[in-house]
Every structure is written in structure tokens, then in C-alpha cells.
């Protein structure tokens, strides 16, 4: 169970995961003018974990050592009846595998369509996801 507390310093988001902790925001750093979208960044990040995660589980789950997943999330916003929306959320990921497991990630990739996350929010908004492999450099 996450806690949330705001004070006029900041705000912590206590997220109750040994992994995570705590969540700080420090309003002496930022200005009024930049202190909004915190809950868009939670969400990107949050779908962004999850999907990634699901994918990571289903090469392990197929033998794979994987190099690196790496990804970007955004929201796309719209004014609906003079109230801001989040309308879509879009994720790009690339996985880095071996040439001996391109294969498995296509497979894997075919098979991800979401997470519990991005499935859930699909109810209510358009989530769109681009995977691909990377290859690895060096």
C-alpha cells in the first residue's frame, strides 16, 4: 500500500516496496511553474517497469540471458470540456539479446502484448507499445 504526504516543503510517496522506498520531492528545487506532471511521470515509469518487467520474465522464463531492455514512455494529453485528459500512453522499448536469441525475443515479443498495468489502463485510454530488438554494441 502506497502512502502519499504533502507539506509546504514537498511531498513523499511512501511507496511500502522494499526496492523503492520513498519517493521525495523537495519544493525548494523546483518552481511552482514546474512542479506539474508528477502523477503523468509515476504512470509513464510505472507502465514503462511493468511492461519491460513482463518481457524480461518471459525471456527468462525461455532460457534467455538478456544484455539490457531499455525504453521510453510518454502521455499524450487532450483538452476535453476545458479539463486536461490523458488520452494515450506510448511505449518504445528495445531488447538486446544475443544473435542465438533473436528468435526467442520475436517469439517473446509476439507473445507480450501487455502487462497487468498497460492491460488495465486499456480500459479506459489507448496504449500503445513499439519492442523491438536492439543490437547490442561493442
Given amino acids: 500500500m502506497a502512502e502519499y504526504e504533502q507539506t509546504a516543503e514537498g511531498f513523499v510517496i511512501r511507496t511500502g516496496h522494499p526496492l523503492l522506498g520513498d519517493i521525495r520531492a523537495d519544493f ?41 531492455i531499455v525504453g521510453s514512455a510518454r502521455v499524450v494529453r487532450v483538452q476535453k470540456k476545458d479539463l486536461s485528459w490523458l488520452d494515450c500512453i506510448e511505449l518504445d522499448v528495445k531488447a538486446e539479446v544475443d544473435d542465438e ?19 488495465s489502463i486499456a480500459e479506459g485510454m489507448e496504449v500503445v507499445i513499439r519492442a523491438e530488438r536492439a543490437v547490442a554494441e561493442g
Fill in 28 to 68: 525548494s528545487t523546483v518552481g511552482p511553474d514546474r512542479r506539474r506532471g508528477t502523477a503523468s511521470a509515476l504512470l509513464e515509469a510505472s507502465c514503462l517497469n511493468c511492461w519491460c518487467g513482463t518481457l524480461s520474465t518471459a525471456l527468462l522464463a525461455r532460457g534467455v540471458e538478456k544484455h539490457r
Fill in 101 to 119: 536469441d533473436a528468435e526467442v525475443l520475436e517469439e517473446c515479443l509476439a507473445v507480450v502484448k501487455g502487462c497487468m498495468v498497460t492491460r
